[in-house]
């Protein structure tokens, strides 16, 4: 199908040789302006294409109210819109040579308001999964496809090196496949908690927290592979298939009661997508699976911060869950808990997700700043204007991609980023002066 | 078999229809929850009526008179509780002040009504319960109807008044998918009366789709756009957030393509209708079928938009769904009609059976 722009026509053009705006010659483009194109022709092939694919159904449905654009996070930076989206198909762009087609983050917020249902979830990713077909990609993107194809993480590295932070755990972290009987809790680590050095870090404090419960609990350890939620949104859905079609073997190889992952990504791909697949669970965020538990734990210190917290699409929005993190944080000693003004329902998206986590140096070029830099600037005001504040967060994408959104605008020593677990885990550990 | 048609609910359109009846020299008994007569557009305190700007109060009067009739029998802060047996032959139990007692009827109108949606509800953020100068159309009408607009918070003429179309309408995520059909020309009718009010006040629509169908196009909508310089601007709103005293308003300008983010002082939710308690106790004691919005379903539409899913019983105005007057009006006339010649169709037939 043809991917031409509508038919416009250019009733007359004004060819300037010098433009010259208040005595200032400003020649250059402005030197040729066109005057009252008219539309001669709209071709509704693209939007009968769009809906034509499996979730690419409900984009027709938009009746131009413009809810969403106002809670689109990209709209905030940019003149991306949901509502623009409908009217640039509608009028024969079928997105696959846009860039709008990678700015969505699936944050949901926009579907939250829409009262058609007009829903990103399911068309980005059937629209984006055909420009996977055709290899029309960003480069960037590509790239991490390659690495989880090859070695099932985003990041490239060896699946064997997928459990090498339990090293420094201090503590003993069970192998599933190893200590040969049925576990209570199946721990799915996931890809950032298990390879990025920020998110070993809550990896490492979970597993003192597991401990210090008593929970009887293993992990996967080499046969753990991506549940690369991310990449089935970012459009990828033959390798996310394939994937879970690993983990899902993997998971019938050994007992469990259930699952308690640590990324909200992989806890949607195990809940909402595996049942499809062939696989069906109890699946827990880690914040789910600690909230009841937290009476439990022995603090021997305070922590003595203001904190906010940022809810993940993925765990908040998307899943409904925007209790349990709380729970846990109000339990920690001298947390004093602020919420910023985009909160629960309305929280304002990371830009990590539906593949934002790899496409920072495409997106930017779309965008006044990243949604992480927005992000923090709302932290900031709401916990460190006076000193120093935490930005708690429930998601391994979160600690690297915030920290640099610190440094960026400029609120180094200002803002300190902490998953949930790792603040749980000081206030375990006794008071260090 | 009796030739008494009972008539529940004493809003416009039970008024119209138990004066029809009794205009057609049969006798009517009406039944109203409340103490008072008038319906919703006596409990809202409804000013002017759409479009013509007559005064409701004395719409009410005249319908009230009407049924001031040797034969209608009103029992006020009466509820219908049970109904059994079938056309020309109801045994209905009613509930009030002088007790329980049981009727027999031939046939029955139903007009409970609708009520206003509840801002509570709203997809969005727009504080209704939050901010004081969030306020609703049937708010709007009360303070109208004392012939006053002020911001609720400070007693103040306002500056910038917003009405925001839909809300609780044409909305998947809400269950409300219908267009609630008087929205669009009470928000208007509203501005003018604002206007007329405040002629220093500005005025803003904003909006999906204006649907002023009929003559609300040029008895309100050009009117409001022409004389009374009310602005309509295509988009809805998405949030509001209390700033500097007053309340900024996020949206999209959708013909601009832009993002809007103005201050105004007074924000009125143009909200839609639900069926009202009323309309949904009553269509579970009398059987009727209900739409799947709760609204008495009338299968025979569009040729027959009074009779519901039991024969002898029918229903009249927004107890059927969203109605202006002028519908509710008609449909009183036609459910009269019908339940009368229900009743009378069924005593021939029943003459026929025993000759």
């Not at chain 1, 997508?273 to 009476?295: C, K, M, S």
Request: proline fraction near 6%; charge should be negative.
């Amino acid at each position: 199908m043809g991917r031409e722009l509508p038919m416009m026509k250019v009733d007359r053009v004004i060819e300037l040789e010098h433009a010259v705006v208040d005595g200032v010659d400003i020649s250059g483009h402005w030197n040729r302006m066109f005057t009252d194109r008219s539309i001669e022709e709209y071709p509704t092939e693209a939007m009968d294409w769009v809906t034509g694919l499996a979730g690419g159904e409900s984009l027709r449905s938009c009746y131009q109210c413009g809810k969403c654009v106002p809670v689109c996070p990209v709209n905030h930076v940019g003149s991306y819109g949901p509502r623009k989206l409908h009217v640039k198909v509608l009028r024969g762009n079928n997105l696959l040579d846009d860039p709008d087609l990678w700015l969505c983050t699936t944050c949901g917020n926009c579907l939250r308001v829409c009262p058609k249902e007009v829903n990103p979830l399911e068309f980005m990713p059937a629209i984006r999964e055909q420009a996977v077909l055709e290899g029309n990609v960003p480069a960037e993107l590509a790239k991490v496809f390659e690495n989880l194809q090859r070695q099932g993480n985003p990041h490239g590295h060896s699946p064997r090196k997928r459990a090498d932070w339990v090293a420094d755990a201090g503590v003993p972290v069970p192998l599933i496949a190893e200590i040969g009987r049925p576990v209570d809790v199946l721990w799915y680590v996931s890809d950032y908690t298990s390879y990025h050095p920020r998110g070993q870090d809550a990896a490492r404090a979970m597993a003192r927290i597991l401990t210090a419960l008593g929970i009887d609990f293993a992990i996967l350890g080499n046969e753990e592979r991506s549940d690369a939620d991310s990449a089935r949104l970012a459009g990828e859905t033959g390798l996310f298939e394939m994937l879970a079609e690993q983990n899902i073997k993997t998971f019938r190889k050994y007992e469990f009661e259930r699952l308690v992952v640590m990324d909200p990504h992989a806890f949607n791909a195990f809940k909402n997508v595996y049942p499809r697949h062939g696989w069906e669970g109890e699946v827990l965020h880690y914040t789910q699976f600690l909230a009841p538990l937290i009476d439990r734990i022995e603090f021997k210190s305070s922590v003595d911060v203001d904190v906010t917290y940022h809810d993940p699409c993925y765990l908040g929005r998307n899943n409904g869950e925007f209790d349990a993190p709380r729970r846990l944080l109000e339990a920690i000693p001298g947390v004093r808990l602020a919420e910023m003004p985009h909160n629960k329902k309305n929280g304002y998206c990371c830009g990590g997700g539906g593949g934002g986590m790899w496409l920072d140096g495409f997106v930017a070029d779309h965008v006044s700043e990243r949604l992480s830099e927005r992000r923090v600037r709302e932290a900031v005001e709401t916990v460190a204007m006076d000193g120093t504040g935490v930005l708690s967060v429930a998601c391994p994408y979160e600690p690297s991609r915030f920290e640099d959104a610190v440094k960026s605008t400029g609120n180094d020593g200002r803002l300190i980023v902490r998953d949930i677990v790792e603040l749980i885990d000081q206030a375990m550990q006794p008071a260090t002066s | 078999m009796s030739d008494t048609v009972l008539v529940v609910g004493g809003g416009p359109a039970g008024l119209e229809a138990a004066h029809a009846i009794a205009d057609m020299s049969a006798r009517a008994i009406l039944v109203e929850r409340r103490a008072v007569l008038g319906g919703t557009p006596d409990e809202s305190s409804y000013a002017a009526l759409t479009p013509r700007m007559g005064s409701a109060q004395e719409a009410l009067d005249l319908l009230r008179a009407g049924v001031q009739d040797p034969n209608v029998e009103i029992h006020l802060e009466t509820q219908l509780t049970a109904c059994s047996g079938s056309v020309g032959n109801f045994s209905v139990t009613l509930e009030g002040p002088a007790g329980v007692t049981t009727e027999t009827v031939g046939s029955i109108v139903v007009a409970t009504g609708f009520q206003h949606f509840d801002p509570g509800r709203e997809t969005q953020m727009y504080g209704y319960y939050e901010y004081p100068d969030v306020i609703t159309l049937p708010d709007a009408e009360k303070m109208l109807s004392e012939h006053r607009f002020v911001r609720p918070s400070n007693g103040e003429p306002p500056r910038n008044v917003a009405f925001i179309q839909c809300v609780g309408s044409r909305d998947r995520r809400l269950g409300n998918e219908y267009c609630s059909k008087v929205c669009c020309g009470v928000a208007s009718k509203e501005a003018i009366e604002i206007r007329r009010l405040l002629p220093d006040a500005k005025v803003y629509i904003f909006y999906i789709d204006m649907r002023m169908y009929g003559y609300w196009e040029n008895e309100i909508y050009w009117p409001a756009q022409e004389q009374y310089n009310v602005n309509y601007i295509r988009g809805i709103v998405t949030e509001i957030v209390a700033r500097d005293g007053r309340l900024l308003m996020k949206g999209e300008d959708t013909t601009m393509g832009r993002p809007l983010e103005v201050l105004m002082d007074v924000i009125v939710l143009s909200v839609g209708m639900e069926p009202s308690r009323g309309t949904r106790d009553v269509a579970g004691i009398l059987g009727v079928d209900q739409n799947k919005y709760g609204f008495i379903a009338t299968p025979g539409d569009p040729m027959d938009p009074v009779g519901t899913s039991v024969p002898g019983i029918f229903v009249a105005g927004a107890a059927a769904g969203p109605k202006d007057l002028e519908d509710t009006m008609s449909m009183a006339g036609a459910a009269a009609m019908r339940a009368l010649r229900a009743i009378r169709g069924q005593a021939r037939a029943e003459v026929g059976a025993t000759r």
